[in-house]
């Protein structure tokens, strides 16, 4: 199973653009996993972001759509968010995760980052 | 967009009690798509459930998930101390892929 690691600035000003980029171990990128975001603002739940696979096919969330892209670096072995006129209301926890085509598990998320803090502030 | 709505939002339980925690979907949906996590404090969720009734690889078997159509449970035998959490539903579908549910915090009485 592989495992995930995020990395990115802690904080980022109002209508900047978030950057992460997720580290991935134990197994390679274009493998049969499919890669995600996740994020959880303060005291709050999960909203999904967005998946990519090693082959370019992406989807995102409609509500953050118009504001996200996720790339895949296969020589790094890593894939990355951009999220662009970050607001207060992007401050939050971004998990990366994965999931496996051929894990009976597909339609869940049974990998996943330790997660990092990220604030959108002045 | 389905909706996911979990009751109730927090329970208050002593270790060795049975834990009930359900997850209802605005409309019917596959249960193979339905998934459950705990989320301890400071840490990244965790997969339990997938498939609605499937434990996932490590999962205690006094975890169990069932339930079909619009109404789904997730159901803790008997407590443990390393239980209290938050445990969230979540919908895979066309669009957006992943829906979570608000979250049920189980918390010790």
């Known amino acids: 199973q592989v495992q995930l690691q995020e990395s990115g600035p802690g904080l980022v000003k109002p209508s900047g653009t978030l950057s992460l980029t997720c580290a991935v171990s134990g197994g390679s990128i274009r493998r049969s996993n499919w890669w995600n975001w996740v994020r959880q603002p303060p005291g709050k739940g999960l909203e999904w972001i967005g998946e990519?696979?090693?082959?370019?096919?992406?989807y995102y969330n409609p509500s953050l759509k118009s504001r996200v892209t996720i790339s895949i670096d296969k020589s790094k072995n890593q894939f990355s968010l951009n999220l662009t006129s970050v607001t207060a209301a992007d401050t939050a926890v971004y998990y990366c995760?994965?999931?496996?085509?051929?894990?009976?598990?597909?339609?869940?998320?049974?990998?996943w980052g330790l997660g990092t803090t990220v604030t959108v502030s002045s | 967009e389905i909706v996911l709505t979990q009751s109730p939002g927090t329970l208050s339980l002593s270790p060795g009690e049975r834990a009930t925690l359900s997850c209802r979907t605005s409309q019917s949906v596959n249960s193979n798509h339905l998934a459950w996590y705990q989320q301890k404090p400071g840490q990244a969720p965790r997969l339990v459930i997938y498939?609605?009734?499937s434990g996932a690889p490590g999962i205690p078997d006094r975890f169990s998930g069932s339930g079909s159509g619009t109404d789904f449970t997730l159901t803790i035998s008997r407590l443990e101390p390393e239980d209290f959490a938050v445990y969230y539903c979540?919908?895979?579908?066309?669009?957006?892929?992943?829906?979570f549910g608000p979250g049920t915090k189980v918390h010790i009485k």
């Open positions: 979540q919908h895979y579908d066309s669009s957006p892929l992943f829906t």
């Open positions: 995760a994965s999931r496996d085509a051929y894990n009976p598990s597909f339609y869940g998320l049974d990998v």
């Open positions: 990519m696979y090693h082959s370019g096919s992406t």
């Open positions: 498939g609605a009734s």
